[in-house]
T-cell receptor, first 112, second 116 residues
């Protein structure tokens, strides 16, 4: 089955700096790569996703890049703001399955 | 739309008690799932359903039962609660996706369960 690792587990950045979180997966068949943001006391929320036929996708300050050969994808947040402080999860998904395997999460702290 | 709703928000049980966590969605989503979240372990899939009357096991199904009699509701039953089931439980729903796109997964606010 899919083995998913996220790094780093915690990340502190100054407001305005960039943050990068990396997700490594084992199942080369995975073709859907989402990132979720979880604020304290709430359920996770999808913030950006990418499919395997695309190398990069951007949405304002957030971007996701995919390296299928190396089996990893990364979340990039630019111009970080205090409201970006949260836990971020990756959850790559192979085709034909409904079983998301989540990474262990990255706690991002943006220091004002 | 209320989205995905879960009740109760908090629950304390004694070992051996049974209870049902409720989950409902008003988006007419076919797929629904239950996850548990433990510190440092991310979310792990307990059970999921791809439509009314169809359920299947996830990573950690032992000690839990589910059924799906309607599209809207997907209750999770703890048969005989154990301290190892202390966790935060999340329900989620999504559509299957069309034209090669995967439907966005929406999560409820969670139920925090403590088993003494």
């Amino acid at each position: 089955g899919e083995n998913v690792e996220q790094h780093p587990s915690t990340l502190s950045v100054q407001e305005g700096d960039s943050a990068v979180i990396k997700c490594t997966y084992s199942d080369s068949a995975s073709n859907y790569f989402p990132w979720y943001k979880q604020e304290l006391g709430k359920g996770p929320q999808l913030i950006i996703d990418i499919r395997s036929n695309v190398g990069e996708k951007k949405d304002q300050r957030i971007a996701v890049t995919l390296n299928k050969t190396a089996k990893h994808f990364s979340l990039h947040i630019t111009e970080t703001q205090p409201e970006d402080s949260a836990v971020y999860f990756c959850a790559p998904l192979p085709p034909g399955t409904y079983k998301y395997i989540f990474g262990t999460g990255t706690r991002l702290k943006v220091l004002a | 739309n209320a989205g995905v709703t879960q009740t109760p928000k908090f629950q304390v049980l004694k070992t051996g008690q049974s209870m049902t966590l409720q989950c409902a969605q008003d988006m007419n989503h076919e797929y629904m799932s239950w996850y548990r979240q433990d510190p440092g372990m991310g979310l792990r899939l307990i059970h999921y359903s791809v439509g009314a009357g169809i359920t299947d096991q996830g990573e950690v199904p032992n000690g839990y039962n589910v059924s799906r009699s309607t599209t809207e509701d997907f209750p999770l039953r703890l048969l005989s609660a154990a301290p190892s089931q202390t966790s935060v439980y999340f329900c989620a729903s999504r559509q299957p996706g069309t034209r090669g796109r995967t439907g966005e997964q929406f999560f409820g606010p969670g139920t925090r369960l403590t088993v003494l």
